[in-house]
């Protein structure tokens, strides 16, 4: 940025008195977007515009001092007057401050300016750590004239002094601190409160009291130096005392009417305030109520607006037209200050569009605009004996300040451009019924997307995986893989079945770790199908969590040709508790029976005929004789030996 543009002096309340409404906001609205320019510029540029130009400086100047002077400045002032506090707060932060933004007029027009500022008073702390000597030697020029108008013979000149001093004072410690560090100045006050009139008396009286709690204030309060000062009043009280002065001494004054004692009470602790708060009890007894100047308290029943209308609505001049909303905002701002009356509240509503929070923002920084701020606070609604009735017809609320908003604002129904023919009332074909759908083909799908979508529909899949799509992977997956149809599909099956092969043999290829990466399987692995490290470990993971899969793979790519050269056996086979006999079949072993003559051998006697054969051979009747002979005696009582020796030879315990 080669230069930041100049600024222009604020203009002062004769001009501003002669300016049309029009070329004012123009100036304000150019003297904004000026500050936004400097508070943007770079730090280079900005000090050179600080150091090298008086215009930014004799700006500051002259609006904190019409702003100290009238603190009830139209509302359009309100963004240039925060822009001017962080326009200060930058310079102020700099290391090098022009000396006319370090005079103590100025710094105590900047204190009056934001009362309520609680980034003021850091601000203050900063500027007195970095540069209080020069504020000192600023103060110092103020204490002098001071000390010499107090002790003229005509001390009420010393009012503009102690009216600029007060803003000073009562923000800053510091100020207040150096002020008294010296009896000249306090001394002084007291000498010429019986000269002045009643009201610079109040303001000696209250400018002592800033002093003097300044020094219990600061980070390390001064209780020496407050109990000398403190001893002094004392001693000034005594000798009034002794001469019988009946008229209101500066010592009475001090302690009445201001809350000295209890913050001095409030402050001293420890062995140090010992003293004090023996000295201050002392003081105490100098309080006089008859000289005790009246609190303003406005204590009367705040008229909401409850009671019965009487009056009919009220025109332009009388607040506009009243009703349920609007007394719901006079309540609002009642409930923060109830001393003010619903006519002034709704005055404050027509001039700020209904606004409470700016209605309250402007009664808290006292910056009404003057034919409000001169108005009557207390000021009722208007009483009239019309009747109550109104002879316009009834009207809903009106909506709040706010305005409703949607996704259907300024759309084409909105704005009254949509064509007619798509407007109707109700359902828009009364006639079409459920077959006649059903019979219109127009909108029907191919028989050939339907064919399709059933060819890639897999009864054997769930659902479609789409992990590793390029929409949801973002670009990890080569975008050359190949298709679903055709050639590419035959180059997806090629790769899935070298894929599938390599996951059988070793599954130790498919990890991710850099040497599985660099191995010579991998790289072969790569070469055959054109995948990529990132998609061939995808497919793997895939297949560890897709059994199903897995096995339709295994089904699809399985070797047997439907040739079986060998048959395995399937006979049971001994256990190997029966050592010599693992390799026996049932026939070497004489049956399932063995030699018992049980399973296949049952029935054979001893003689070699068998219960089953023929009935006409001798040696099966003598086998089946036999038999039935036999049979009461062995019956089934050696089953348990034969399960036995079964279980031993199955290699189970016995």
Same mark, same amino acid.
């Given at each position: 940025m080669a230069g930041l543009p100049p600024f222009t002096s604020f203009p002062t309340a004769e001009v501003?008195?002669?300016?049309?409404?029009?070329?004012? %906001?123009?100036? $304000?609205?150019?003297?904004?977007?000026? &500050?936004?320019?400097?508070?943007?510029?770079?730090?280079q540029d900005f000090?050179?515009?600080?150091?090298?130009?008086?215009?930014?400086?004799?700006?500051?100047?002259?609006?904190?001092?019409?702003?100290?002077?009238?603190? &009830?400045?139209?509302?359009?002032?309100?963004?240039?007057?925060?822009?001017?506090?962080?326009?200060?707060?930058?310079?102020?932060?700099?290391? &090098?401050?022009?000396?006319?933004?370090?005079?103590?007029?100025?710094?105590?027009?900047?204190?009056?300016?934001?009362?309520?500022?609680?980034?003021?008073?850091?601000?203050?702390?900063?500027?007195?750590?970095?540069?209080?000597?020069?504020?000192?030697?600023?103060?110092?020029l103020a204490k002098d004239s001071a000390i010499k108008l107090l002790d003229s013979k005509n001390p009420d000149n010393v009012e503009n002094i102690l009216d600029s001093l007060g803003p000073l004072l009562k923000y800053s410690t510091e100020a207040g601190e150096f002020m008294l560090t010296g009896s000249d100045f306090f001394d002084s006050l007291g000498s010429a409160y019986?000269?002045?009139?009643?009201?610079?008396?109040?303001?000696?009286?209250?400018?002592?009291?800033?002093?003097?709690?300044?020094?219990?204030?600061?980070?390390?309060?001064?209780?020496?130096?407050?109990?000398?000062?403190?001893?002094?009043?004392?001693?000034?009280?005594?000798?009034?005392?002794?001469?019988?002065?009946?008229?209101?001494?500066?010592?009475? %004054?001090?302690?009445?009417?201001?809350?000295? $004692?209890?913050?001095?009470?409030?402050?001293?602790?420890?062995?140090?305030?010992?003293?004090?708060?023996?000295?201050?009890?002392?003081?105490?007894?100098?309080?006089?109520?008859?000289?005790?100047?009246?609190?303003?308290?406005?204590?009367?029943?705040?008229?909401?607006?409850?009671?019965?209308?009487?009056g009919e609505e009220h025109n332009n001049e009388g607040f506009g037209e009243f009703h349920v909303h609007r007394?719901?905002? $006079?309540?609002?701002v009642q409930d923060l200050f109830p001393d003010l009356g619903p006519g002034f509240v709704i005055k404050l509503l027509d001039e700020y569009n209904d606004n409470v929070e700016l209605v309250t923002a402007h009664l808290l920084e006292d910056s009404l605009p003057p034919h409000l701020a001169t108005a009557d606070r207390s000021e009722p609604l208007p009483q009239t004996s019309t009747p109550a009735y109104s002879h316009l017809p009834p009207r809903s609320t009106p909506p709040p300040a706010y305005e409703r908003r949607n996704k259907y604002d300024n759309d084409e129904l909105d704005n009254l451009t949509v064509d007619t023919s798509r407007l109707h009332i109700g359902r828009k074909n009364q006639q079409l019924t459920a077959d006649n759908i059903l019979s219109d083909r127009s909108n029907a799908p191919k028989k050939s997307s339907i064919l399709a979508a059933l060819a890639a529909f897999d009864l054997d899949d769930d659902e479609r995986d789409d992990t590793y799509d390029v929409e949801d992977v973002g670009g990890t997956i080569d975008s050359a893989a190949p298709g679903p149809d055709g050639a590419d599909a035959d180059l997806q099956d090629k790769n899935e079945e070298a894929l599938f092969r390599a996951f059988a043999m070793s599954a130790d290829v498919f990890g991710r770790?850099?040497?599985?990466?660099?191995?010579?399987?991998?790289?072969?692995?790569?070469?055959?199908?054109?995948?990529? %490290?990132?998609?061939?470990?995808?497919w793997a993971v895939m297949m560890t969590r897709e059994p199903r899969r897995l096995r339709r793979l295994e089904a699809k790519y399985a070797t047997f040709s439907g040739q079986q050269r060998e048959l395995a056996s399937t006979a049971y086979r001994g256990s190997p508790a029966e050592s010599g006999d693992e390799g026996k079949s049932d026939a070497q072993r004489g049956g399932r029976g063995g030699h018992s003559g049980r399973g296949r051998g049952r029935g054979r006697g001893r003689g070699g005929g068998n219960v089953a054969g023929s009935n006409e051979e001798k040696s099966t009747q003598v086998s089946r004789q036999r038999k039935e002979a036999n049979k009461g005696s062995r019956a089934n009582h050696n089953r348990r030996d034969q399960r036995a020796r079964k279980m031993a030879r199955g290699g189970l315990a016995g």
């Open positions: 501003r008195n002669v300016i049309l409404p029009t070329q004012w %906001d123009l100036y $304000v609205e150019s003297t904004t977007s000026l &500050t936004d320019l400097y508070l943007q510029s770079s730090d000090l050179s515009a600080v150091q090298h130009g008086t215009s930014l400086q004799d700006f500051l100047t002259s609006f904190f001092h019409e702003l100290a002077r009238n603190p &009830t400045l139209s509302p359009s002032l309100l963004p240039l007057r925060r822009k001017a506090f962080v326009l200060l707060h930058r310079i102020w932060s700099s290391n &090098t401050v022009p000396t006319n933004l370090l005079e103590w007029s100025f710094v105590s027009n900047v204190c009056r300016s934001y009362p309520k500022n609680e980034q003021r008073r850091s601000l203050l702390k900063l500027i007195w750590s970095r540069e209080g000597s020069r504020l000192e030697k600023s103060l110092q019986p000269k002045v009139s009643p009201n610079i008396q109040r303001k000696l009286v209250i400018t002592a009291y800033l002093g003097l709690t300044s020094l219990v204030n600061g980070p390390k309060p001064k209780f020496s130096l407050l109990s000398d000062y403190l001893y002094g009043l004392k001693t000034s009280a005594e000798q009034a005392q002794k001469r019988k002065e009946t008229e209101k001494t500066y010592v009475a %004054d001090l302690v009445t009417n201001t809350p000295l $004692v209890e913050r001095i009470r409030a402050a001293s602790s420890g062995t140090e305030g010992a003293r004090l708060k023996n000295i201050v009890s002392s003081l105490a007894t100098y309080h006089q109520e008859g000289i005790a100047r009246p609190k303003k308290i406005i204590r009367r029943k705040v008229d909401k607006g409850k009671g019965k209308a009487t007394m719901s905002l $006079v309540t609002q770790d850099a040497e599985t990466r660099r191995g010579k399987a991998r790289a072969i692995l790569k070469s055959e199908t054109g995948m990529t %490290d990132e998609a061939i470990e995808g």
